[in-house]
């Protein structure tokens, strides 16, 4: 299984990325997915997280409103639209897979990781 996020980058306070992760050697459509990300010296933290067809979704409250978790089941991947950006979200974000159909924000519940993509906002 492999699990391959890209995306992340520099960006000013106030704008936008999207983060994407694609999955291969899984059935993806039976995973539910999640992202986490970790700042440098503190625990990954959950972010967001879908159930296997897309029709649920949850959310750390940091990021309520301002974060949008999809993903496209014929594409194998997920995404993370992330706007209104601020300095506190810059970390390394991580896709996750869970061998369940429901979502989940525990990080112990996820079964797969990616290799993280950094998301760095400036002032």
């Known amino acids: 299984v492999q699990l391959q996020a890209s995306g992340g980058g520099l960006v000013q306070a106030g704008g936008s990325l999207r983060l994407s992760c694609a999955a291969s050697?899984?059935?993806?459509?039976?995973?539910?997915m999640g992202w986490f990300r970790q700042v440098p010296g503190k625990e990954r933290e959950f972010v967001a997280a879908?159930?296997?067809?897309?029709?649920?979704?949850d959310y750390a409250d940091s990021v309520k409103g301002r974060f949008t978790i999809s993903r496209g089941n014929t594409r194998n991947t997920v995404y993370l639209q992330m706007n209104s950006l601020k300095l506190e979200d810059t970390a390394v974000y991580y896709c996750?897979?869970?061998?369940?159909?429901?979502?989940?924000?525990?990080?112990?519940?996820?079964?797969?990781w990616g290799q993280g993509t950094q998301v760095t906002v400036s002032s």
């Open positions: 879908i159930i296997w067809s897309g029709g649920s979704t």
């Open positions: 050697g899984l059935t993806f459509s039976r995973y539910a």
């Open positions: 996750a897979a869970r061998a369940k159909f429901l979502r989940s924000s525990r990080e112990s519940e996820y079964d797969y």
